[in-house]
């Protein structure tokens, strides 16, 4: 990035806020907004509500009051950087990306909280859980949308959604389900892409892939090895023997033979399998070098839930050549068929990496876990601002990446160098009197605060103690009394 690209961060990013002023009612909203944005992409370690009002100047309660309660259309800036992406960074080859990321929560006051698993931390652990969607296409990648995941036992709890301001209308929906939704908004907003792609967590799960097919998407997903299915189609029975005796069957009904089997039955057992030797490719380049696969497919027909077979799939088992690792992927698409190759199912069943790319910058860089909220609402605008910022990041890398082809021995700029650049700017707005009557206003603010606490935190152990009949200014002290 040169010079000049950096010192015109400021007017990119002040133009590209613009686009949301509609979104909300007053002036003084839009500029909360601009300081959250503005925080967001600071450097500032811990993005909460807190630390960037006071990195930027405004009263920390003041920036709360907009992440919960001043009136603002958040859904509106979701579906305007939805209908930015359809605008302008539409691509024939974009893949979309439907995955889930988990944030540990050390109480039960945070809504959503509850033990549960958490990819972050690979186990089972106490924290929220949030459904994101994300683009990508050659030269822009960037989340879309987010939701919360509401446990049974928060969706049936009244208590529990009137603290929270949970809405009336959100009821439990499994992570399939919200899925489904955010798929539906973004398809609203004018979002295309050539397929859809997901882990074994949503594979799994036959509506969910139903719904997908309802809606005309392509997908190729990753599948549990217990997915059911067929490499050679059973014959469908639409009608029987007429006859009085016994129990009336229901028709259509599938021949009793050939059964379904478990995927990682049929690449183990079926001719189709053992007989096919492995292929080769290079699925990607990483930083760590070239990731190898070797790759079997077959036609498949997946086992419906009336147990009657689908249109034709594609199954794919693909085995890292290192660490021999296994993945089983289904496709409603199959080679041969217009536009469709075994190289592309596989570019698409592989470009997970994308999402988890997505989630690291912006936690790593945007503070999308830095949360400290509690409500619904809340969360989901810290979620839909923290888009926005990654949005812009990802604008900046195509445009600037337009503007200059790359230099000799340069890697192609990334959305931290982007968000460090844009730190810079945010920086060399303040003077040096500036900053320090901020610093000086921080202390102070913390000193106060501080003091509240020990107030607050005294009163009410003092309480709990004279409930059981000591009194702590009259017993016995240890604590040296102040000098006359």
Partial sequence: MTRQQIARLGKELIRFLALFAGCFRSRA?????QV???????????????AMALEFGEAPRTLQRFVESIKWEENGVRDECQRIVAREHTHPKAVGCLDESGTAKSGSHSVGAARQWLGSRGKVDNGVVGVHLSYFAPGCQCLLDSDLYLPREWADDPERRRKHYIPDEVEFRTKPQIGLGLIDRSLANGIRVAAWTFDEAYGRDGAFLNGLEERKQVFVGEVPTNFHGWVRKPRVLRSGPSGDRGRKKQYPRRARRPTSSEVQDLVRYSPTFFEQKWQRYRIKDTQRGPEVWEV????????GPDDLPGRRHTLIVARNVLTKEVKYFVANRVPGEPGVSLRWLLSVAFQRWSIESCFRQAKEELGLDHYEVRGWRCVLRHF???????LFCARMRQKFAAEQPLEDGLEALTTEQVRSAINVWLTACDDARTRIERESKRQKY??????????????????RLVALGIDPDTIKSCIPRPAA
Avoid at 29 to 33: E, R, S, T, V
Avoid at 384 to 390: F, N, P, V
Avoid at 446 to 463: D, F, G
């Fill in 446 to 463: 913390h000193q106060r605060r501080n003091r509240q606490a020990r107030k607050s935190h005294t009163k009410t152990r003092t309480k």
């Fill in 384 to 390: 839909y601002l923290t888009q926005l910022s990654h």
């Fill in 296 to 303: 079997k497919w077959a036609v498949f027909w997946r086992k």
């Fill in 29 to 33: 909203g839009f500029a909360l907004c």
């Fill in 36 to 50: 959250y944005v503005k925080g967001l992409l600071s450097n500032v370690q811990r993005k909460n509500v807190e």
